[in-house]
């Protein structure tokens, strides 16, 4: 998979989230939250190249390198959904979603 391939998976699942804010658990989403997604599986097939076999792979992620990653937007995001603030929630999605939009990734091996 390359990056522009792991860019669009990424951006299917944050999509299939933003769909089911409302429809689904909160509960359940929070674990979809936590969920490996295509920019983390990239990342994770460097580390394999690389033979890191400890750490955190998210040094190697391209968006963790260009944008600061999704760590905190996913915190944010967890702790909207348990307090069941549906709208923050979606607001954080459809951010990170334009952030993943907006990531260059044509080049980047």
Do not use: F
């Amino acid at each position: 998979m390359d990056w522009t391939e792991a860019r669009d998976r990424s951006l299917d699942q944050w999509r299939t989230i933003l769909s089911s804010i409302g429809h689904l658990d909160p509960n359940e989403l929070v674990v979809w939250t936590h969920s490996a997604y295509g920019l983390c599986e990239k990342a994770e097939e460097l580390a394999r190249d690389e033979g890191q076999t400890t750490g955190s792979v998210c040094r190697l992620c391209l968006a963790w390198q260009r944008q600061g990653g999704c760590l905190e937007a996913r915190e944010r995001l967890e702790a909207a959904l348990l307090a069941g603030d549906l709208e923050e929630a979606r607001e954080i999605v459809r951010g990170m979603i334009a952030d993943l939009e907006a990531l260059e990734v044509a080049g980047v091996q």
